[in-house]
């Protein structure tokens, strides 16, 4: 073990994207579930690879494809080593966790779920471990089971073993929760269902960067994993299989390297694991896994899951100490992950001041919308943790949402107010007159924060809609947050009424009601609305998926329109 594993400051400084600044404060990563940070040694590995290494792998006889194939091969023996598998042959490497779940879906899935049998899951699932098998079931027709949680988020072995039956084929179970932490209780899961001969695939996307594995003790059927998310690169991952289930499975895909002998009709198959790896593979991806594995042995995964054990207790405390914050998800045995909701703040609303800050976390549905919805809410904030955090990153999280609470987390501006931002005068005023009227309260503000709460703005000046309005009918769907929108026509004119319960996406859904409110349906219709908004600026204002809710909802508003012109 090295030193600085017990060393905060020696451990970030690996982490060169941690020495940078966002929005003029020093980055806070916690972000990590989501895709972690790199340390420099695997930033090395991939520019050296390419600058010196780079060849084929597996098909040439010259120096530097032996070497590409000695590299690549040699990160094969690493995963294995690091995971705890018998061999290097239980190894196929894949584009990522999806793509593994999706290969054992494919392949055993095809090969041995009949008619009316089960797959049990559960419904805190990533969508990559429920999609799947929500396809296999409908072309099988199969039945997908999937088992509710406890309002802790948890999930007990008994519940699994009521679900058992002489039907149930397979079941597919995340390790660790990536939207609330939550440590499954795997290991007893996986030795009730082996008594039943029923095979386990478990979801390692959130296991492998946080604890230490032993594939052969676990005795799990499948364990599916990404790079990304345990400081390697993007677009890299494997999957685990005992040698027996990878010999008797078919290939996935066809093409070259994974074939044995090619004839006009037939063919043969290459030996585990590399029968499923057709094509060129992600040679310098792999190879930058193997640097990130070394990076993790070197500090030591016992040592890291008992710095993050303190990390997590110390993060849930101090989230507890804010007033109006509710911890979703309480299971007592957490990984790497906190889920929050803050009374009267929309978590995207959350997220953004939290970014203003320099802090970043995830927020919304997580990929987990089952999840969301048996609970009641649209989604979370949440906060996930590397080996790069610390107390003091924390430290600032807690500060800033209790900035939040108080109300001092928004910019004043100095140029405009709410109060000087006026409705149009007239509905007489053309849509060009608006968007001019816009455009200069705009060029007021140079610095792009200054223009997005000038939108924030427009949006907390939009008379709220009647309850009443807020159906689904109303409700503009591919939006981020909840929008609805509601139009009445009088005297060939058409008028907006609209409201959502995110703070910048009321904003966005203002400015067009305000562009467009009291005009003639014609004129709508006749109108780009999207260059429209392109020439205001708004999408340079927004992230790139809420440039797709805008998208939605001038797409509804073209829909009235035209509805209302048909009157």
């Not at 972000?31 to 420099?40: E, G, I, M, T, Y």
């Not at 959350?350 to 997580?366: E, F, S, W």
Request: proline share 3%; hydrophobic share 40%; aromatic share 6%.
């Amino acid at each position: 073990m090295v030193d600085l594993a017990l060393r905060d400051d020696a451990l970030r400084a690996n982490f060169p994207a941690l020495h940078q600044r966002v929005h003029g404060k020093p980055l806070v990563y916690l972000d990590s579930a989501a895709s972690s940070l790199k340390p420099q040694c695997v930033v090395d590995c991939l520019a050296h690879y390419y600058a010196h290494e780079h060849s084929n792998v597996h098909r040439g006889v010259h120096y530097l494809s032996q070497r590409a194939t000695d590299r690549y091969e040699a990160a094969r023996k690493s995963v294995a080593r690091f995971i705890g598998a018998e061999s290097e042959k239980n190894i196929v490497f894949t584009r990522g966790t999806t793509e593994a779940i999706n290969l054992v879906a494919s392949t055993y899935g095809r090969k041995y779920i009949q008619p009316g049998d089960e797959i049990l899951t559960t419904v805190m699932e990533h969508h990559s471990n429920l999609v799947p098998w929500q396809l296999l079931a409908k072309e099988r027709d199969a039945q997908l089971r999937v088992l509710d949680v406890s309002l802790a988020g948890t999930i007990s072995v008994d519940t699994f073993v009521r679900h058992m039956n002489s039907r149930t084929r397979l079941i597919a179970l995340g390790h660790v929760s990536n939207s609330l932490g939550t440590l499954n209780p795997v290991e007893d899961i996986v030795a009730e269902a082996h008594k039943r001969d029923i095979i386990v695939l478990l979801d390692g996307a959130q296991g492998l960067p946080h604890l230490p594995l032993n594939m052969q003790a676990l005795d799990c059927d499948f364990y599916c994993a990404s790079s990304h998310k345990a400081y390697g690169p993007t677009g890299v991952g494997f999957l685990y299989g005992k040698e027996e289930l990878l010999e008797d499975l078919p290939p996935w895909h066809g093409g070259g390297d994974m074939i044995e002998e090619v004839h006009r009709t037939s063919s043969t198959w290459a030996e585990v694991p590399h029968k499923f790896e057709a094509g060129t593979p992600n040679i310098a991806g792999v190879i930058g896994m193997a640097a990130a594995i070394d990076y993790l042995e070197g500090i030591g995964m016992d040592v890291l899951r008992k710095k993050e054990e303190a990390l997590i207790d110390y993060t849930q405390a101090e989230l507890q100490t804010v007033p109006g914050l509710a911890i979703v998800g309480t299971a007592s045995q957490k990984v790497g992950a906190v889920s929050f909701l803050l009374e009267g703040h929309h978590p995207y609303d959350v997220g953004h001041a939290l970014d203003q800050a320099g802090i970043a976390v995830r927020t919304g549905h997580h990929c987990t919308m089952p999840l969301m919805k048996y609970f009641g809410i649209s989604g979370t904030v949440r906060a996930s943790l590397g080996a790069y955090n610390t107390k003091e990153d924390i430290d600032i999280l807690v500060a800033r949402l209790n900035e939040i609470v108080a109300g001092h987390s928004r910019k004043t501006l100095a140029s405009s107010t709410a109060d000087q931002i006026d409705s149009p005068s007239s509905t007489e005023e053309s849509i060009e007159a608006r968007k001019a009227a816009l455009l200069e309260d705009l060029e007021l503000f140079e610095d792009v924060d200054d223009r997005r709460e000038y939108v924030i703005e427009l949006g907390e000046n939009l008379k709220a809609i009647d309850n009443s309005l807020k159906t689904e009918a109303n409700r503009i769907h591919g939006c981020l947050a909840m929008v609805w929108l509601h139009s009445t026509v009088r005297d060939g004119r058409i008028y907006f009424e609209a409201d959502s319960d995110a703070l910048i996406t009321r904003g966005m859904i203002a400015l067009l009601v305000r562009l467009m409110d009291g005009q003639a349906p014609q004129t709508i219709l006749q109108t780009d609305l999207f260059a429209l908004v392109n020439d205001i600026g708004l999408p340079s204002l927004i992230t790139a998926r809420r440039k797709n809710g805008l998208n939605r909802m001038i797409e509804r508003i073209q829909k009235e329109a035209f509805l209302a012109k048909a009157l």
